[in-house]
Protein backbone atom coordinates (compact mmCIF):
# COMPACT_ATOMS: atom_id res chain seq x y z
CA UNK A 1 0.00 0.00 0.00
CA UNK A 2 1.06 3.17 -1.11
CA UNK A 3 1.75 6.16 1.84
CA UNK A 4 -0.35 8.47 -0.10
CA UNK A 5 -3.15 6.02 -0.61
CA UNK A 6 -3.18 4.87 3.29
CA UNK A 7 -3.05 9.04 4.34
CA UNK A 8 -5.89 9.32 2.46
CA UNK A 9 -8.07 6.40 3.72
CA UNK A 10 -7.14 7.32 7.18
CA UNK A 11 -8.58 11.21 6.65
CA UNK A 12 -11.40 9.40 5.19
CA UNK A 13 -12.19 6.74 8.52
CA UNK A 14 -11.51 10.03 10.71
CA UNK A 15 -14.11 12.20 9.10
CA UNK A 16 -16.63 9.41 8.29
CA UNK A 17 -16.46 8.75 12.28
CA UNK A 18 -16.53 12.92 12.90
CA UNK A 19 -19.63 12.68 10.79
CA UNK A 20 -21.62 9.45 12.55
CA UNK A 21 -20.55 10.84 15.67
CA UNK A 22 -22.47 14.02 14.88
CA UNK A 23 -19.92 15.94 15.79
CA UNK A 24 -17.66 18.76 14.39
CA UNK A 25 -13.83 19.08 13.89
CA UNK A 26 -12.83 22.27 15.24
CA UNK A 27 -10.11 24.40 13.19
CA UNK A 28 -8.31 27.26 15.27
CA UNK A 29 -9.01 30.93 13.83
CA UNK A 30 -6.53 33.55 13.52
CA UNK A 31 -7.77 35.31 16.39
CA UNK A 32 -7.03 32.49 18.47
CA UNK A 33 -4.15 32.04 17.42
CA UNK A 34 -2.68 35.95 19.17
CA UNK A 35 0.71 35.44 19.88
CA UNK A 36 1.94 36.40 23.74
CA UNK A 37 4.42 40.19 23.26
CA UNK A 38 5.99 41.25 26.38
CA UNK A 39 8.05 44.96 26.99
CA UNK A 40 8.60 47.09 29.70
CA UNK A 41 6.52 50.39 29.15
CA UNK A 42 8.44 53.68 30.03
CA UNK A 43 5.40 55.71 31.46
CA UNK A 44 5.59 59.65 31.75
CA UNK A 45 3.54 62.62 32.17
CA UNK A 46 4.40 65.82 30.07
CA UNK A 47 7.09 68.50 31.17
CA UNK A 48 4.48 71.21 29.59
CA UNK A 49 3.06 73.71 32.46
CA UNK A 50 4.22 71.68 35.06
CA UNK A 51 7.28 71.17 37.36
CA UNK A 52 5.94 67.54 38.75
CA UNK A 53 6.74 65.18 35.90
CA UNK A 54 5.49 61.54 37.24
CA UNK A 55 7.38 58.70 35.57
CA UNK A 56 7.41 54.88 36.00
CA UNK A 57 8.44 52.07 34.42
CA UNK A 58 5.84 48.80 34.18
CA UNK A 59 6.66 45.44 32.51
CA UNK A 60 3.64 44.00 31.15
CA UNK A 61 2.66 41.23 28.57
CA UNK A 62 -0.14 41.10 26.14
CA UNK A 63 -1.92 39.21 23.54
CA UNK A 64 -4.67 41.88 22.21
CA UNK A 65 -6.96 39.89 24.41
CA UNK A 66 -5.61 40.39 27.71
CA UNK A 67 -3.10 42.62 29.43
CA UNK A 68 -1.16 41.75 32.55
CA UNK A 69 1.84 42.91 34.43
CA UNK A 70 5.10 40.61 34.40
CA UNK A 71 7.58 42.04 37.25
CA UNK A 72 7.95 44.88 39.07
CA UNK A 73 6.72 48.11 38.87
CA UNK A 74 9.91 51.29 39.18
CA UNK A 75 7.98 54.66 40.27
CA UNK A 76 9.68 58.04 39.75
CA UNK A 77 9.21 61.59 40.03
CA UNK A 78 11.35 64.94 37.87
CA UNK A 79 10.72 67.84 39.83
CA UNK A 80 11.80 71.60 39.09
CA UNK A 81 11.65 73.45 42.67
CA UNK A 82 9.82 70.78 44.33
CA UNK A 83 10.76 67.70 46.18
CA UNK A 84 9.10 64.47 46.83
CA UNK A 85 8.39 63.26 50.45
CA UNK A 86 8.26 59.34 49.42
CA UNK A 87 5.56 57.22 47.81
CA UNK A 88 2.73 55.71 49.45
CA UNK A 89 1.72 53.27 46.58
CA UNK A 90 2.88 52.19 43.26
CA UNK A 91 1.42 49.23 41.42
CA UNK A 92 -0.95 48.26 38.96
CA UNK A 93 -5.07 47.32 38.78
CA UNK A 94 -7.48 45.85 36.85
CA UNK A 95 -7.59 42.96 34.83
CA UNK A 96 -8.50 41.49 31.57
CA UNK A 97 -8.34 43.65 28.14
CA UNK A 98 -6.85 46.69 30.29
CA UNK A 99 -4.39 47.77 33.07
CA UNK A 100 -4.20 50.96 35.16
CA UNK A 101 -0.92 51.87 36.33
CA UNK A 102 -0.20 54.62 39.11
CA UNK A 103 1.76 55.95 41.98
CA UNK A 104 0.49 58.00 45.00
CA UNK A 105 3.17 61.01 46.30
CA UNK A 106 3.17 63.65 48.47
CA UNK A 107 5.30 66.98 47.06
CA UNK A 108 6.55 70.40 48.39
CA UNK A 109 8.03 73.21 47.18
CA UNK A 110 11.72 73.27 48.27
CA UNK A 111 10.89 76.78 50.83
CA UNK A 112 7.97 74.34 52.26
CA UNK A 113 5.56 76.95 51.41
CA UNK A 114 2.88 74.30 49.67
CA UNK A 115 2.59 70.65 49.14
CA UNK A 116 0.97 68.90 46.87
CA UNK A 117 -0.60 65.04 47.44
CA UNK A 118 -0.26 63.38 43.22
CA UNK A 119 -2.38 60.13 42.39
CA UNK A 120 -0.55 60.48 38.59
CA UNK A 121 -2.75 57.23 36.34
CA UNK A 122 -2.18 55.45 32.89
CA UNK A 123 -4.33 53.22 31.49
CA UNK A 124 -3.04 50.35 29.39
CA UNK A 125 -5.00 47.78 26.39
CA UNK A 126 -4.75 44.60 25.73
CA UNK A 127 -2.31 45.50 22.96
CA UNK A 128 0.23 46.85 25.06
CA UNK A 129 -0.67 50.72 24.04
CA UNK A 130 -0.82 53.32 26.88
CA UNK A 131 -4.74 54.86 26.02
CA UNK A 132 -4.50 57.34 28.81
CA UNK A 133 -3.01 59.36 30.95
CA UNK A 134 -4.24 61.17 34.42
CA UNK A 135 -2.13 63.58 36.28
CA UNK A 136 -3.57 63.99 38.93
CA UNK A 137 -1.64 66.40 41.03
Known sequence: MH???AVTRLFAVV???VAMAGGTIAVASPAMAATT???TLNLS???TGFAINPRMTV???YNGTSVWRNGNVTPGVNTVGWYVNGFDWVGTYGSGNWL???ENFA???WANTFSLYCTPRWGINAWGNVTSYNRNC
Request: hydrophobic residues 35%; charged residues 10%.
Open 100 to 102: GAG
Open 107 to 109: AST
Open 37 to 39: SCK
Open 15 to 17: ALT
Open 45 to 47: GSW
Open 59 to 61: PIC
Open 3 to 5: IKG
